[in-house]
């Protein structure tokens, strides 16, 4: 069965530095892959996909298929990115999506 | 265009009852996906519905059924009410895709939370 994990459940930084968050897939064909944001007291939305290989809100991912990951990224984390993220994988033919458990990232100031 | 409504917005209901939960989706488009998240994990997909028909399925129990009315609403039915079914219930909606390759992009509403006692 195809399976997103996200291995953290809560990340926190400080302003200015690095962030990473983690997202790991199985799936045997060829994956479409995303992230989704909430932010507080908002609605899920879509953050970036991997074939659009768009940096959005300074972010970017990378489909690693060796490693089987989609890493999110951010050189410098803002006090704005503080939200729950999710990667989620597309069944394809079935137009469904899979997410991960989560990630809370608290950007500290 | 108010994006993808769902009403209500919280609802408590007790053990075997029944609930039913509303879905207008964004305008322009006409398919509809439903998602329980439960507590802390992510949104776990439930069923779509195109053209008025349930197109797809996920790992739940036939106590979940829905139904897409023409002008594309949806609602989200669940008889016999389990403390398990609490949860926020997601509604997404789409254009349907032009190709089993393709994605279009699924927009969520703000959620229903179902409590279960």
């Known amino acids: 069965a195809q399976r997103v994990t996200q291995p953290e459940k809560l990340l926190s930084v400080f302003k200015g530095a690095p962030v990473e968050l983690k997202c790991n897939y199985s799936?045997?064909?060829?994956?479409?892959l995303f992230w989704y944001v909430q932010y507080s007291r908002q609605r899920l939305q879509l953050l970036l996909r991997?074939?659009s290989r768009e940096s959005i809100k300074g972010f970017t991912a990378d489909l690693n298929k060796g490693e089987t990951s989609f890493h999110l990224k951010k050189p410098f984390a803002q006090e704005e990115d503080s939200a729950m993220y999710y990667c989620a994988s597309l069944i394809q033919g079935a137009q469904k999506l899979v997410f991960g458990q989560g990630t809370r990232l608290t950007i500290n100031p | 265009d108010a994006g993808v409504t769902q009403s209500p917005t919280h609802l408590i209901k007790t053990r075997g009852q029944q609930v039913t939960l509303r879905c207008s989706p964004k305008s322009g488009h006409d398919t509809v996906s439903w998602y329980q998240q439960a507590l802390g994990q992510g949104p776990q997909f439930i069923f779509q519905y195109y053209e008025e028909e349930e197109r797809q399925r996920g790992n739940f129990p036939d106590r979940f059924s829905g139904h897409q009315f023409p002008n594309y609403s949806s609602e989200l039915n669940v008889n016999a009410l389990l403390l398990g079914d609490s949860a926020l219930y997601l509604c997404?909606?789409?254009?349907?895709?032009?190709?089993?390759?393709?994605?279009?992009?699924?927009?969520f509403g703000p959620g229903t939370r179902l409590t279960v006692l």
């Open positions: 799936y045997s064909g060829s994956p479409e």
């Open positions: 997404a909606s789409s254009r349907i895709w032009d190709s089993p390759s393709s994605y279009n992009e699924q927009f």
């Open positions: 991997h074939i």
